[in-house]
């Protein structure tokens, strides 16, 4: 869950599994996003879930930082049949998943919703700039 000057961001990802690539990557196929801006965490946790109840989840990744944990603890008991992890923001972990981002990108692994309906929607466009916005800082 965010602070009050940020956003609270859901991303819902299908992980094909069953073929990894020859370096053992597999690909991943973003299927929706849900940004929250300016609202209470009370009515957040109510948002998110009714945002990923429209898919089939295995498990969902909270990250752990500040209050995350609590907020882990509380999506597991709103989302009973699906694994949430809290998930650490130090700066070694961070990198880490920095590294496999990039590595999926490079190898052609990450597959983002590229439709004409899509690109005209205004969710895409954030994510297409936050995306292109992206800088790793030393």
């Not at 859901?10 to 020859?22: K, R």
């Not at 109840?53 to 990250?63: A, E, N, P």
């Not at 882990?72 to 130090?90: H, K, M, T, W």
Request: proline share 4%; charged share 25%.
């Amino acid at each position: 869950m965010a602070r009050s000057n940020d956003s609270t961001v859901v991303t819902v990802c299908w992980v094909d599994w069953d073929h990894p690539d020859p370096f053992g990557f597999y690909e991943h196929r973003i299927l929706n996003w849900l940004e929250i801006n300016n609202e209470e965490w009370e009515s957040q946790y109510f948002h998110i879930v009714d945002f990923l109840r429209h898919y089939d989840l295995l498990r969902v990744g909270v990250d752990a930082q500040g209050v995350g944990g609590a907020v882990a603890e509380r999506l597991q008991i709103l989302l009973p049949n699906i694994e949430v992890l809290p998930v650490s923001s130090d700066s070694k972990v961070q990198n880490e998943r920095w590294v496999h981002l990039t590595e999926l990108i490079q190898r052609d692994q990450l597959v983002i919703p590229g439709h004409s309906k899509a690109r005209r929607n205004r969710t895409w466009k954030r994510f297409n700039q936050q995306m292109s916005d992206l800088e790793k800082v030393y």
